[in-house]
């Protein structure tokens, strides 16, 4: 077993102009998913992420509002998951609701060192 990083990227849009009962539909759906996947014993941790942040650069030299890329590129959020390999992991990560907004799973392998 291995551990793997779920990136969700993109979905963003159609959800910050959601009513309060959408938007506690949605997480509705991100709480079953998430409550199935730690019965299976298969979820270790994972949040949302904020909106605002910072992208340093250039060896902290450079530090900018951010992140500012397109809609389909920012990262909403994470969870890290045990799977047997690369493609299992990714077949867990086919019950994601992010995909319902159009969003993307980035899936990694977490290397031990």
């Given at each position: 077993?291995?551990?793997?990083?779920?990136?969700?990227?993109?979905?963003?849009?159609?959800?910050?102009?959601?009513?309060?009962?959408?938007?506690?539909?949605?997480?509705?759906?991100?709480?079953?998913?998430?409550?199935?996947?730690?019965?299976?014993?298969?979820?270790?941790?994972?949040?949302?992420?904020?909106?605002?942040?910072?992208?340093?650069?250039n060896?902290?030299?450079?530090?900018?509002?951010?992140?500012?890329?397109?809609?389909?590129?920012?990262?909403?959020?994470?969870?890290?998951?045990?799977?047997?390999?690369?493609?299992?992991?990714?077949?867990?990560?086919?019950?994601?609701?992010n995909?319902?907004?159009?969003?993307?799973?980035?899936?990694?392998?977490?290397?031990?060192?």
């Amino acid at each position: 077993m291995s551990n793997f990083l779920f990136l969700f990227r993109g979905g963003q849009e159609r959800s910050m102009n959601q009513s309060p009962e959408e938007m506690q539909i949605e997480m509705q759906k991100w709480i079953t998913w998430m409550s199935k996947l730690k019965e299976k014993g298969q979820l270790i941790d994972g949040l949302p992420l904020g909106h605002e942040g910072k992208v340093v650069a250039n060896k902290g030299e450079l530090v900018t509002n951010g992140p500012f890329a397109e809609g389909a590129e920012i990262v909403g959020g994470y969870l890290i998951v045990t799977a047997d390999s690369l493609d299992h992991a990714v077949e867990i990560s086919k019950g994601c609701p992010n995909y319902d907004y159009g969003g993307t799973t980035e899936v990694r392998e977490i290397l031990a060192v």
